[in-house]
């Protein structure tokens, strides 16, 4: 249902963008997030944003990452910029998704791209 792409090996300072789509037929999108485990840490929140736009980051990315939608192609997109060995991890992208206007809500998640920040 999520596929992420993106990612790869950067250097200390440099850019990536991750992207996640949705795919197949479904009726309407909430929020969409990503999500980072680092090695041998717990998986935690780095950005989200809902349906309205309105977003929210951890404060260890705040000014350097920036996570954006676009509706129309059911996609979310993190902008990493600054980047930091200590941003190394795994990134899973998350939505919160609703398949038919019977169903209800349900979370899925992205199969996860592993961004790594060279010194």
């Known amino acids: 249902q999520l596929q992420a792409s993106g990612g790869g090996l950067v250097q200390e300072g440099g850019s990536v963008r991750l992207s996640c789509a949705v795919t197949?037929?479904?009726?309407?999108?909430?929020?969409m997030a990503w999500y980072r485990q680092a090695p041998g840490k717990q998986r935690g929140l780095v950005a989200r944003i809902t349906s309205g736009g309105s977003t929210n980051y951890a404060d260890s990315v705040k000014g350097r990452f920036a996570i954006s939608r676009d509706k129309a192609k059911k996609t979310v997109y993190l902008q990493m910029d600054s980047l930091k060995p200590e941003d190394t991890g795994v990134y899973y992208c998350n939505a919160n998704v609703k398949e038919d206007i019977s169903t209800w809500y349900r979370e899925y998640w992205g199969q996860g791209t592993l961004v790594t920040v060279s010194s």
């Open positions: 197949g037929n479904i009726f309407s999108i909430d929020w």
